[in-house]
Each structure stands twice: as structure tokens, then as C-alpha cells.
């Protein structure tokens, strides 16, 4: 059974940063991508990042420029980099593993607030 454990959420102020870490129990090469989703009350996940395994990465448009996906081959962990935070960033992050064939996993989530 593959498990994905986040941390290191928690309250911040408005341009604040933090730095979010999604350890696997599994070598994260055995995956097709890893993911950072988020979401918030009432809303349906949102994609923020994924790194593949050959490196690629992706963002979503509202936080290109300010987070940054990452990943530690040798602790199996991604991590995610979060400067020049804003309000409309508070949500509950989660970690996702795709698998190549289209299954995932998902970690439990942490949770982000930006609040002045």
C-alpha cells in the first residue's frame, strides 16, 4: 500500500512563503507524475503543479512565477515551494502519484491559510 504524507502547512501572512513536502513510502520514480492539488469549501480540486519523471513540469496559471515543485529523489519526497502567498492561496493541499496505469494515490492534505 503506497502512502503519501504531507506537512508543512499553516498559517501565513500575505506575501508570506512556505514550503510544503510530500514524503512516499514507494520510490517516486515508479510513478508517471506527482501532483500538488488544492482545495477549498465547496470547490472541486484544483491542479497547482505536477513534475513528471523524465522532469517536465507544469503550473497553473495562478501560481506560475510564485511556487515551485521540486523533488528529493533519495528521501522519495516532493515538495512544494510557495512565495508571495495570497489570500485566494488558502485551501487544503494535497499530494498526488499517478501511476502509468492512470490509478493514483492521494496523501491526507494540509492545510494553508493566507491570513493577515
Known amino acids: 500500500q503506497v502512502q503519501l504524507v504531507e506537512s508543512g502547512g499553516g498559517l501565513v501572512q500575505p506575501g508570506g512563503s512556505l514550503r510544503l513536502s510530500c514524503a512516499a513510502s514507494v520510490n517516486i520514480f515508479s510513478f508517471k507524475n506527482m501532483d500538488w492539488y488544492r482545495q477549498t469549501a465547496g470547490s472541486q480540486r484544483e491542479l497547482v503543479a505536477t513534475?513528471?519523471?523524465?522532469?517536465?513540469?507544469t503550473y497553473a496559471d495562478s501560481v506560475k512565477g510564485r511556487f515551485t515543485i521540486s523533488r528529493d529523489n533519495a528521501k522519495n519526497t516532493v515538495c512544494l515551494q510557495m512565495n508571495s502567498l495570497k489570500l485566494e492561496d488558502t485551501a487544503v493541499y494535497y499530494c498526488?502519484?499517478?501511476?502509468?496505469?492512470?490509478?493514483?494515490?492521494w496523501g491526507q492534505g494540509t492545510q494553508v491559510t493566507v491570513s493577515s
Open positions: 498526488r502519484a499517478e501511476l502509468w496505469n492512470g490509478g493514483f494515490y
Open positions: 513534475i513528471f519523471r523524465d522532469g517536465m513540469i
